[in-house]
């Protein structure tokens, strides 16, 4: 299935809930009025066994193209790591158009909407906090969580119940969560991580053969 199904409890097209975040987006439509500059739908399995969560959408990603690490230097690590591992029918997502469709997993944010600076407030993590419960709810049972980095990690936990000081964040981490699910840790696939190398290809996919071993497992 190429794209999650939404529905009022995961996502909120017309969401204004977060003053600062609609105000930033009005302009951005201004100014490219080409650009989806909405809230992000997740894309992926409706009912998916690993659901993958990042920051927010990135200006010239998924804020211009409407899908999830879509359109610049950010999707291009994951989407190569999803295909690799049968969780993706190509290996790249380029726009909506693309044809792309993902098998067993979606693709979400933690934050539906283009922060200023890519840099969240915590009040606008916490009020988007109840889409991310629901899609978590969403998940087969016994399935996985991919939060990429510390931001995404601490929301999951927060729409969870579970006390961040219970569950610590570091790349390659795995933690028993609600459900008989698992969480998965991984540094952001961001431009920056992966040119400085604090994330490599190879560390990237040694945290999905630990996840493909879980799934495998359960």
Do not use: W
Not at 79 to 99: C, E, I, M, N
């Amino acid at each position: 299935m190429s794209a999650a199904t939404q529905t009022s409890t995961t996502f909120d097209p017309q969401c204004r809930a977060c003053t600062r975040l609609a105000g930033f987006l009005a302009g951005v439509r201004a100014d490219r009025p080409d650009y989806h500059a909405a809230p992000v739908p997740a894309f992926g399995d409706p009912r998916p066994k690993l659901l993958i969560v990042g920051l927010a959408p990135g200006m010239h990603g998924a804020n211009r193209t409407g899908r999830p690490f879509t359109g610049d230097y950010a999707g291009i690590l994951l989407y190569r790591t999803l295909y690799r591992f049968g969780f993706a029918s190509a290996p790249q997502s380029v726009d909506l158009d693309d044809g792309l469709q993902l098998v067993g997993c979606r693709v979400t944010n933690a934050v539906k909407c283009l922060p200023p600076q890519n840099k969240p407030e915590t009040d606008e993590v916490r009020a988007c906090n109840r889409y991310l419960e629901a899609e978590l709810d969403e998940i087969k049972p016994r399935g996985a969580v991919l939060a990429l980095g510390t931001i995404a990690h601490r929301a999951v936990l927060s729409a969870l119940g579970v006390r961040p000081a219970t569950c610590a964040f570091a790349h390659g981490a795995q933690h028993v969560i609600p459900g008989g699910r698992a969480l998965f840790d991984s540094y952001h696939c961001s431009r920056y991580n992966t040119q400085t190398k604090r994330l490599t290809d190879e560390m990237f996919e040694s945290v999905f053969t630990v996840i493909i071993g879980f799934l495998t497992r359960t």
